[in-house]
């Protein structure tokens, strides 16, 4: 009863449980692929490619994967892409709803382990398969760091120190940045690795889309850092991915 | 055995009980101005709020029973926060949310075997331009009115409403504070609010320091 009063997916649950994402038919959406997050000396980076695929079919080239969730913080899913979009719509509000009823955020801490809740709830069956993957980072204030989570089908929450990648193209993404990532790195330069794993798992990954220079499509990048959450704006994105592309 | 009330005399004592509670009470002023809507309310407690965050673009200010008016600041904080996420953030409006307390304050005032709630709402809706506000009062009893540019809740509101007839809503925000502030008793702190109207944020509600903005005495 005192639950539904802070939080607003307890609430949905109990008044109108049919606007909550449904987790079945998840493999009949788009999906989604490759999210990189890194550290850096003040803050965290995330950032998604923007291909959505339904089997070989390329469904959509600028789909956004990568969310803030709410002002301090990230949110980004790899898979279904309507199941990941109606999460994030449901963590963003649950995180603004309990701020304002409560009227003090929530801790990192206390979000990250929220978002595993929601994930036990709704998506342990299409984890399992996975459809969808989140990965939640952002800026602690009582530590004054960035810090990146990362979540299995069960709910499970792990602290993931300096990078982490999910989705279908993961595995390249974190060899790339296994390499060009390094703690304490500036902004700038944690973006640009961001941006070159994301070229990486694209270079290996089907479903994984990389710069499109053409139709001037780069990554959704989003840092989160003492300043709060900001969007990097496309010119910037393109111009170190340009940077990037010229340094190989 | 039942003694007889006549539905007149039933209706009038439940409205005296009401009144009695909130007179005790302090005032709280909205007024629109140019810089959006401002929230001003006497208020001695730093923490225990009179004035929230409802919506990205409404705010609520109550005077009354501390306990009655945060029940009903959560459950309009939930009636917001479901529409929005059911339909869009642009389908959350102030007059539905004023319209729903009206609902459920006029019910418990109603039903004979509740208490009457002994509060009074305002609810506040920013517009784009200051003639474009919504503001909104709420009664004990249900009875919703709007406002242009000015209404207040509490005590005193008939000195304190006579003085604000001077207020205009394209008044900048510092003047319009100063102006209110000179209604409300002097000896009492203030808690003042800002549905800021040019605000990058979807969220426009922010909380406002005076001292910080060099007027904490007047």
């Known amino acids: 009863m005192m639950h539904e009063l802070t939080s607003f997916f307890d609430l949905v649950r109990s008044v109108d449980p049919a606007v909550l994402p449904r987790t079945d038919g998840a493999e009949l959406s788009p999906h989604g692929t490759t999210i990189v997050a890194a550290d850096f000396a003040g803050g965290v980076v995330m950032a998604g490619d923007r291909r959505a695929t339904m089997g070989t079919i390329i469904a959509q080239r600028d789909i956004e994967k990568v969310f803030g969730a709410d002002e301090v913080s990230v949110i980004g899913i790899a898979g279904a892409a309507g199941l990941a979009v109606e999460l994030v719509r449901l963590f963003q509000t649950e995180l603004l709803h309990y701020e304002k009823v409560e009227q003090i955020a929530l801790s990192l801490d206390g979000k990250a382990n929220r978002l595993g809740s929601l994930v036990r709830a709704n998506l342990s069956m299409a984890m399992q398969g996975m459809a969808v993957v989140p990965i939640f980072a952002g800026w602690d204030d009582t530590c004054d760091v960035g810090r990146i989570f990362s979540y299995d089908a069960t709910g499970g929450h792990y602290e993931e120190s300096g990078f982490h990648a999910i989705g279908s193209g993961a595995a390249f993404a974190r060899g790339s940045l296994k390499k060009t990532h390094h703690p304490g790195m500036t902004a700038e330069a944690a973006v640009a690795s961001a941006i070159r794993a994301l070229y990486d798992a694209a270079d290996d990954d089907a479903a994984t889309g990389g710069p499109d220079l053409a139709r001037q499509i780069f990554p959704v990048v989003l840092t989160a850092s003492v300043d709060g959450v900001r969007q990097l704006p496309t010119d910037e994105v393109a111009r170190i991915t340009e940077q990037v592309l010229e340094a190989m | ?218």
């Open chain 2, 1 to 218: 055995m039942s003694l007889y009330v006549s539905p007149d005399q039933l209706m009038s004592d439940r409205a005296e009980f009401a009144r009695k509670g909130i007179a005790k009470g302090r005032s709280v002023v909205v007024a629109s101005c140019a810089e959006g809507v401002v929230f001003i309310a006497e208020n001695p407690s730093p923490l225990l709020h009179k004035v929230s965050e409802i919506y990205d673009r409404i705010g609520f200010a109550a005077v009354g029973r501390y306990a009655e008016f945060e029940s009903l600041r959560i459950s309009g904080i939930q009636y917001a926060d479901l529409r929005g996420y059911t339909y869009d953030r642009r389908d959350v409006t102030a007059r539905g949310l004023a319209n729903q307390y009206a609902r459920t304050l006029s019910a418990a005032f109603a039903a004979s075997s509740d208490k009457p709630f002994e509060v009074e709402l305002a609810v506040a809706g920013l517009g784009f331009e200051p003639e474009t506000d919504e503001l909104f009062t709420i009664s004990f009893d249900g009875t919703v009115s709007d406002h242009r540019t000015a209404c207040v809740l509490g005590a005193r509101t008939e000195s304190i409403s006579t003085g604000l007839t001077g207020l205009q809503v394209d008044m900048d925000l510092r003047t319009t504070i100063a102006s209110i502030r000179s209604l409300l008793d002097s000896g009492t702190p203030v808690e003042v609010a800002l549905l800021d109207r040019h605000s990058a944020r979807t969220r426009c509600f922010r909380r406002l320091d005076l001292s910080a903005m060099g007027e904490g005495e007047s």
